[in-house]
């Protein structure tokens, strides 16, 4: 398994898998595709490939982030935005490895962490990949959600 870039090839599939993974509709991936494959910003969006094959994928913004948490998260800590896996892949590892792939980006985007929101049943996995439970916060879409910050030591 390998993990890599998005890349405007991944269309048709990421789309199936996002449809697969995370039950949503064609035209609401088909719009998020737009938006991360070819951004100039600090966004990305990465993929799981297991022998070819789309399994999981993640987003990651270092700028621009929509949450409504404190400013100074959204100015010094990349946000992961979304972290999906096909369930026949989950309680593997994988989000685990995707999520260890995202702090690469903290000295390349000059960060101090990384935080996300999820719901109360994904505490404990972000917990025992070093993400301490902060507290609660309100989502862009206006649902309370678990704040789960990982900060860089020094």
Known sequence: MKIRELIKEDRAEWIELVRKADNRDKEWADEKFSRYVGSKKMKKMFVMEDKGKLVGFMAIKGEDNEEN???ELNDDFILVCWIALLPEYRGRGIGSKLLKHAVRYLKKWDKKGIF?????NRTNFYVRNGY????KFLNGWGDKENLMIMKVKG
């Open 116 to 120: 996300l929101g999820c719901s109360d």
């Open 132 to 135: 301490s439970h902060e507290g």
């Open 69 to 71: 948490v404190r400013e």
